[in-house]
């Protein structure tokens, strides 16, 4: 019988945006209970409104803020939900200045290991997941093909997706696994001038063989297989339109 997500519990931390967005637009589409965590009032707010409006028969929707900086901010979040099926991982910032080898500031290249890597470490270590259920990390392609300057976020996706497989052996038998996105249009994009952004995706889609960026509906079909199968873990699911072979 096909596994299914209905019934669920999935905390998405990041879910309020972006490719956690879309984790949790296809959680609630497929009746599960989802909690949707980040760190701004009004984006859970919204994220949580939206959500509701889509939400499969039987789905439940809530949401929480947390600061994904702190170690204590996150486990009174995961302690405030209690047990969960699966945990998500996609909460992410970009400092854009500061992060270009070899113009680093120190300060913001250690930083970019805050929440990405140390936010995970800690979650999975409180946590409290269910039998039979697991965690989904996520990373970038920029580990495998770093574009240039990029040595930084290359090496903080190369932590956890050795983070992933450490976790899969700590935690066994609940299963621990990532999704290493290429180019996706989110919101994170916004941060940066439009100009350099649109050059950027363009780029991007050149250098890819599918010649288009994604969209987090693509990335998230990724983080439900690994949620749904349990012969799954220590591993990373490259979603990058192909962007290894050009
Ligand atoms: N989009 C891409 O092209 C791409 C490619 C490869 C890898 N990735 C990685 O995928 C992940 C998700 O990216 P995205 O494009 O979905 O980004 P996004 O749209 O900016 O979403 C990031 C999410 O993380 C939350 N967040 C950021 N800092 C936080 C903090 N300190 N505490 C709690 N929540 C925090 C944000 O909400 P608040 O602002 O409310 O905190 C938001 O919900 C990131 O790690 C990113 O590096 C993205």
Redesign the pocket.
């Known amino acids: 019988m096909a596994t299914t997500l209905a019934g669920k519990t999935v905390l998405v ?8 967005y879309g984790v949790a637009e296809a959680l609630a589409a497929q009746s599960a209970i989802v909690i949707v965590a ?3 009032q009004s ?1 859970v707010d919204g994220a949580v409104q939206r959500l509701q409006k889509i939400a499969g028969e039987g789905a439940k929707v809530s949401g929480a803020t ?4 702190d170690e204590q901010s996150i486990k009174a979040l995961v302690e405030g939900v209690g047990e969960v099926d699966h945990l998500v991982w ?5 400092e854009m200045v500061g992060i270009h080898f070899p113009n680093i500031d120190s300060a913001v290249a250690k930083r970019a290991f805050d ?2 890597f140390w936010g995970a470490v800690y979650a999975a270590k409180y946590t409290k997941i269910k039998t039979g259920g697991s965690i989904v990390l ?1 990373h ?2 920029s580990q495998m093909k770093p574009a240039k300057s990029w040595s930084v976020p290359a090496g903080v996706c190369g932590s956890v997706d050795a983070l992933a497989r450490g976790l899969a052996v700590d935690l066994a038998p609940i299963r621990v696994n990532a999704v290493a ?4 249009l ?3 994009w916004d941060s940066i001038p439009t100009d350099m952004k649109n050059a950027l995706l363009k780029g991007a889609a050149e250098q890819s063989l599918a010649k288009r960026v994604g969209t987090p509906q693509d990335v998230a079909e990724a983080y439900v297989f690994l949620m749904k199968c349990g012969f799954i873990t220590g591993n990373t699911i490259h979603v990058d339109g192909g962007s290894m072979l050009v």
């Open positions: 931390v990041g879910g309020t945006s972006g490719i956690g980040s760190s701004t984006k947390v600061d994904a900086r996609t909460c992410g910032d970009l929440v990405r996520t970038g392609s996105p290429g180019a996706v989110t919101e994170m």
